[in-house]
């Protein structure tokens, strides 16, 4: 059985590999547009192939041969170019006779009249689901990892502006990483949709109370109105169009679209997720 990867040079993908191999995964062929940064250090079995979702014919060759592969999505994301380099991948896989395609997608995928981060992922589940493949989802919520940074510096200033709104079940992007490794080492699961998510569902003002009890420091949460957000993204030097497609995704954020806690990572890894909480705390203690 061999098992392929797209995206291997990326945080994501480095994990899936440590998990694979954990499990004595034993012909694993990681497909990346920088074969260089692969680490293939005492894996035999790993095989690296040069491979962009731009070129039809190039990630067909790379895919050759591949029974099961773990489909990472492009990071791109203007407006117009993600489904299209998805498409590609998609159509690449049909040309390499592609046994089954696992696709990580996100918690509150669905249509649109607009290419955002969300509708990208339906449009991505609906053309594989048209190309006659077999086909797996793993719905990820919003990784734990991406708040650290902003707790720091709230840990700094003693100030905590985030977003208000629904809370989120935000997912450890190492729980991430090895439930995809169980679901692409194991037979079966075809047709079926799985959400990865943290233990817990929490809001911003949960998390800046729980740092301030860990560091014995007071943090105040203070929310951000969506005019706020946009205002600091715009401030960032973000082009339009990305500034427009990341408000539309606090929006969901706000409206509750990542408010959803499963067991389908303690299910199939054997380990329970973690709680984002803990994990962000544990990240920011001195």
């Given at each position: 059985?061999?098992?392929?990867?797209?995206?291997?040079?990326?945080?994501?993908?480095?994990?899936?590999?440590?998990?694979?191999?954990?499990?004595?995964?034993?012909?694993?062929?990681?497909?990346?547009?920088?074969?260089?940064?692969?680490?293939?250090?005492?894996?035999?079995?790993?095989?690296?192939?040069?491979?962009?979702?731009n070129d039809r014919a190039g990630i067909a060759k790379s895919l050759a041969g591949i029974?099961?592969?773990?489909?990472?999505?492009?990071?791109?994301?203007?407006?117009?170019?993600?489904?299209?380099?998805?498409?590609?991948?998609?159509?690449?896989?049909?040309?390499?006779?592609v046994g089954h395609v696992i696709y990580v997608s996100s918690i509150g995928a669905r249509?649109?009249?607009?290419?955002?981060?969300?509708?990208?992922?339906?449009?991505?589940?609906?053309?594989?689901?048209?190309?006659?493949?077999?086909?797996?989802?793993?719905?990820?919520?919003?990784?734990?990892?991406?708040?650290?940074?902003?707790?720091?510096?709230?840990?700094?200033?003693?100030?905590?502006?985030?977003?208000?709104?629904?809370?989120?079940?935000?997912?450890v992007r190492d729980d991430l990483a090895a439930l995809a490794a169980a679901i692409l080492?194991?037979?079966?699961?075809?047709?079926?949709?799985?959400?990865?998510?943290?233990?817990?569902?929490?809001?911003?003002?949960?998390?800046?109370?729980?740092?301030?009890?860990?560091?014995?420091?007071?943090?105040?949460?203070?929310?951000?109105?969506?005019?706020?957000?946009?205002?600091?993204?715009?401030?960032?030097?973000?082009?339009?169009?990305?500034?427009?497609?990341?408000?539309?995704?606090?929006?969901?954020?706000?409206?509750?679209?990542?408010?959803?806690?499963?067991?389908?990572?303690?299910?199939?890894?054997?380990?329970?997720?973690?709680?984002?909480?803990?994990?962000?705390?544990?990240?920011?203690?001195?």
């Amino acid at each position: 059985m061999t098992l392929g990867i797209t995206g291997a040079s990326g945080q994501l993908a480095s994990r899936v590999l440590h998990h694979l191999f954990a499990r004595s995964a034993s012909d694993v062929v990681a497909i990346t547009r920088n074969p260089s940064k692969v680490d293939s250090t005492g894996r035999q079995s790993l095989h690296v192939r040069p491979g962009d979702f731009n070129d039809r014919a190039g990630i067909a060759k790379s895919l050759a041969g591949i029974d099961r592969l773990l489909m990472i999505p492009a990071s791109e994301l203007m407006p117009g170019v993600r489904p299209r380099q998805h498409q590609t991948a998609i159509d690449a896989a049909v040309d390499a006779g592609v046994g089954h395609v696992i696709y990580v997608s996100s918690i509150g995928a669905r249509p649109g009249p607009r290419d955002g981060i969300l509708e990208t992922h339906f449009f991505t589940e609906q053309a594989l689901i048209a190309s006659g493949l077999p086909w797996t989802f793993i719905r990820m919520n919003i990784y734990a990892d991406f708040q650290i940074d902003g707790v720091k510096r709230a840990i700094a200033s003693g100030e905590y502006a985030a977003p208000d709104g629904a809370p989120y079940a935000y997912v450890v992007r190492d729980d991430l990483a090895a439930l995809a490794a169980a679901i692409l080492a194991t037979p079966g699961h075809e047709g079926v949709t799985y959400h990865a998510s943290g233990a817990e569902s929490v809001t911003h003002a949960q998390i800046a109370e729980a740092v301030s009890k860990a560091i014995g420091k007071p943090i105040r949460y203070t929310p951000r109105t969506p005019e706020q957000s946009e205002a600091g993204l715009v401030a960032a030097g973000l082009p339009p169009p990305i500034v427009d497609v990341l408000v539309r995704s606090q929006k969901a954020g706000r409206d509750g679209a990542f408010d959803l806690v499963t067991g389908d990572i303690e299910r199939h890894t054997g380990r329970r997720a973690q709680s984002a909480m803990d994990f962000i705390v544990r990240a920011v203690q001195p």
